[in-house]
């Protein structure tokens, strides 16, 4: 059982660049969540999926697109990188909306 | 204001010392409170629930105080393994979703 796994663990880009953040959880969780960050800023949620084939904005979606492939895996796309979107990302996934909520190890970009 | 705020610390206590942090929150309609455990360079992880009767867990109590608006984390007898950085979680129903809002969090470090 290894909960919930991101890939890849860290990254650089170059501005401009895009690139897929991939996320797969095998607890048979329906809701998952992409998070980023930032010193001092704590975690803030960029785009969440309630159950498979839905998808919504969190408090930071601007420059980032999602797609719940199916009820495992919830990627993260950047299309076109900028430097102020250097962070960490961690992905999380819960039961469902109100429970409590676990998460990957993190991937961290660099983007130049 | 922020959602949810912390005191940065970071707060350097011996071993066997006993540390209490605060958090408080801007939101009254908030329903749900946490404390997340984050190790340097990875993921949270959850601590404990806060209830409002307030909660304990071996040497962590937790306590709500609704009126302040405000919750703790009192750690006893602290190990060198509790260093970390601990944030408060705090929810709220927002659109029929529930939203997890992060403190930026408090960091311990324990001295031998």
């Known amino acids: 059982n290894a909960g919930v796994t991101q890939t890849p663990k860290f990254q650089v880009l170059k501005t401009g660049q895009s690139m897929t953040l991939q996320c797969a959880q095998d607890?048979?969780?329906?809701?998952m969540y992409w998070y980023r960050q930032d010193p001092g800023m704590g975690l803030r949620l960029i785009y969440y999926?309630?159950?498979?084939?839905?998808?919504d904005k969190g408090e930071v979606p601007n420059g980032y697109n999602v797609s719940r492939l199916n009820k495992r895996e919830f990627s993260l796309r950047l299309e076109s990188a900028a430097p102020s979107q250097t962070s960490v990302y961690f992905c999380?996934?819960?039961?469902?909306?109100?429970?409590?909520?676990?998460f990957g190890p993190g991937t961290r970009l660099l983007v130049l | 204001r922020k959602e949810v705020e912390q005191d940065p610390g970071p707060f350097n206590v011996p071993e066997g010392a006993t540390v209490a942090f605060n958090c408080t929150y801007s939101n009254s309609a908030s329903q749900s409170f946490f404390w997340y455990r984050q190790d340097c360079r990875k993921e949270p992880k959850l601590l404990m629930s806060v209830y409002s009767s307030g909660n304990e867990d071996g040497r962590f109590t937790a306590q709500l105080n609704r009126a302040s608006q405000y919750i703790s984390l009192l750690i006893r007898d602290s190990k060198l393994s509790d260093s970390a950085t601990y944030l408060c979680?705090?929810?709220?129903?927002?659109?029929?979703?529930?939203?997890?809002?992060f403190g930026s969090g408090t960091r311990l470090q324990v001295q031998p």
């Open positions: 607890m048979n969780h329906n809701s």
């Open positions: 979680v705090v929810t709220a129903m927002d659109t029929g979703r529930r939203a997890l809002t």
């Open positions: 999926s309630a159950s498979e084939g839905t998808t």
């Open positions: 999380a996934s819960s039961l469902s909306g109100r429970e409590t909520q676990y």
